[in-house]
């Protein structure tokens, strides 16, 4: 039987040691960066360093084993891939806003078995192993209880691209008077985290990369929660993310498909 815990011990030794690395060049890697889709796209000496790092030493410790990582590129094949965003939350790095992770993930044909996403700047540790249960800093994770969609805290995200942004923006208008509130926080790896805590009833976002979901996605199926990946949920869009305490899954995914939330 196999057993996707030992892949947990891995993601979280390679994951700390990138997180320490992402820490320590903080003053110099906020200086100057570079862009990528858009001109608040950014990419810093630290993220391309840290994926660097996660990629050496998975080559040490995995050998032979792929790797996709947000920076460097890769692909998903049959078998183990590895799945990495070297800083989740960049932009919150750039600012000094301490939420923002390094998330590695070990996907088995396409689908998490192990994942775990590591705080630079808290120290704080999500892990999950499929069938095993998800855990902060090594105590179990469990979704919220909420049963009423407007008592619940919806957590959200935009695209970089300024056209989707302004049509996210009108569909986050609509929700507002649906839900108790709505968050941003810049980091879907922690987003997904924060449903697998119960810190959000649910969480939604499109245009993620894998490596922005494919670890905290499984922390927060292992913790209860419904998760639909991009491709699952043709509702909200080709390429929707959500994630919800399954008291309001179902009424959460609803009124996002009633605000437009498809057409963004
Ligand atoms: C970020 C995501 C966030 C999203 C941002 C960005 P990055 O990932 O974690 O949820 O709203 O646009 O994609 O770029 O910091 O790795």
């Known amino acids: 039987m196999f057993d996707p815990r030992p892949l947990v011990d891995i993601a979280t030794a390679v994951g700390r040691e990138a997180g320490a690395l992402v820490q320590r060049m903080r003053a110099s890697a906020v200086v100057s960066f570079d862009t990528k889709s858009t001109s608040t796209d950014v990419v810093t000496a630290a993220d391309r360093a ?75 540790l999500w892990t ?49 008077t649906r839900v108790r509130d709505l968050r941003r926080a810049g980091a879907a790896s922690l987003d997904l985290c924060s449903v697998a ?12 990369g894998r490596w922005d979901w494919a670890a905290g996605g499984l922390i927060a199926a292992e913790a209860g929660a419904v998760v639909r990946l991009p491709g699952s949920s043709p509702e909200l869009g080709e390429d929707a993310t959500f994630a919800a305490a399954p008291g309001i899954a179902d009424a959460m995914y609803a009124a996002l498909a009633e605000s437009g939330f498809d057409k963004v």
């Open 50 to 124: 840290s994926e660097q790092l996660v990629r050496t030493r998975l080559s040490e410790l995995r050998p032979g084993e792929p790797v996709l990582g947000e920076e460097e590129g890769g692909t998903v094949v049959e078998g183990l891939t590895w799945v990495v965003d070297p800083i989740d939350g960049t932009v919150n790095y750039l600012y000094g806003i301490p939420w923002y992770s390094v998330s590695i993930a070990a996907q088995l044909d396409g689908e998490s078995v192990a994942g775990a996403v590591f705080e630079p700047a808290t120290g704080r």
């Open 128 to 176: 999950a192993a499929r069938g095993h249960g998800a855990f902060l800093d090594g105590a179990p994770l469990h979704v919220s209880a909420t049963t009423d969609l407007s008592l619940s805290l919806l957590g959200y995200g935009f695209a970089y691209r300024p056209e989707r942004r302004q049509r996210q923006a009108e569909t986050w208008a609509r929700m507002a």
């Open 197 to 208: 805590a119960g810190r959000l009833d649910a969480y939604a976002e499109h245009a993620l």
